[in-house]
Nanobody, 120 residues
């Protein structure tokens, strides 16, 4: 079994910063791509950022220049540093990972989400 658990969410004023963390645990042989999604009230879930096992990153246009994704393969963790937060960043943030659970296959896993609320 594999679990992803997010942490670091909370309430912050506009212009502030938060750092989200996601820890993967369980029967893990390795982790390929990892990323962050978010779902704001009344909106669909959207991709925020992604990072490959080699460290290549991608960001949604709405967060470019403000957010930074990183990973620590030894700790099996992925992070999302969020700076210059805006009220429109308010959402539940989910981490995801493509996890190699056996010597021959991998699966996508999702965390339960962590709430980020940005006040004006």
């Amino acid at each position: 079994q594999v679990q992803l658990v997010e942490s670091g969410g909370g309430l912050v004023q506009a212009g502030g910063s938060l750092r989200l963390s996601c820890a993967a645990s369980g029967s893990i042989f390795g982790i390929y791509d990892m990323g962050w999604y978010r779902q704001a009230p009344g909106k669909q879930r959207e991709v925020v950022a992604g990072i490959t096992s080699g460290g290549s990153t991608n960001y949604a246009d709405s967060v470019k220049g403000r957010f930074s994704i990183s990973r620590d393969n030894a700790k099996k963790m992925v992070y999302l540093q969020m700076n210059s937060l805006k009220p429109e960043d308010t959402a539940v943030y989910y981490c995801t990972a493509d996890v190699r659970t056996t010597a021959w296959g991998s699966k996508d896993y999702w965390g339960q989400g962590t709430q980020v609320t940005v006040s004006s």
